[in-house]
């Protein structure tokens, strides 16, 4: 049984301690918004916070998160209020098919807490996530956007 916090609530996921997050998350807990990509957390399709922090959930085993708080692409937004990284998504057209953006909003959201001012640089070595369609410069404009209004 692991038990940790989940978007803010208690939570205990009764599970093999072995098995990844990225499962214990949607098969368990029903949040499919963490998405499987690669893994072998190449790919960054299911960044999840742990502690703040972002990590790839394919590989970490779920008694890994056992007393830590594990936020997810569910838990971003506060009171029906879209977080500032997700506002900029959509006002930057970033998404084309969707399938890494909740990993993607997920890493970015992690390097504003840490780098609210962001430059290229910090960008490029910060956000390692794959995008198949190829938005990066739509992610570039949105991270831009989402440091200037969390100024």
Not at 17 to 42: D, F, H, I, S
Not at 57 to 86: F, H, Y
Not at 133 to 142: D, L, M, P, Y
């Amino acid at each position: 049984m692991a038990r940790f916090v989940l978007n803010g609530k208690n939570t205990a996921i009764d599970v093999d301690p072995n098995t990844p997050l990225l499962w214990a998350l949607r098969e368990q807990a029903g949040l499919t918004g963490t998405k499987y990509g690669c893994g072998v957390a190449q790919c960054g399709a299911c960044t999840v916070h742990i502690d703040g922090v972002a990590t790839r959930s394919c590989v970490m085993p779920v008694s890994a998160v056992e007393g830590k708080r594990v936020t997810t692409i569910e838990g971003l937004a506060q009171k029906g209020q879209l977080n500032a990284v997700q506002e900029a998504w959509i006002a930057n057209d970033v998404p084309q098919c969707g399938y890494c953006q909740s990993g993607m909003i997920m890493a970015v959201t992690a390097l504003l807490k840490e780098k609210p001012k962001p430059t290229d640089a910090d960008i490029n070595a910060a956000i390692t996530n794959i995008c198949r369609c190829g938005t990066f410069q739509q992610v570039r404009e949105a991270i831009h956007m989402a440091a200037k209004a969390k100024a």
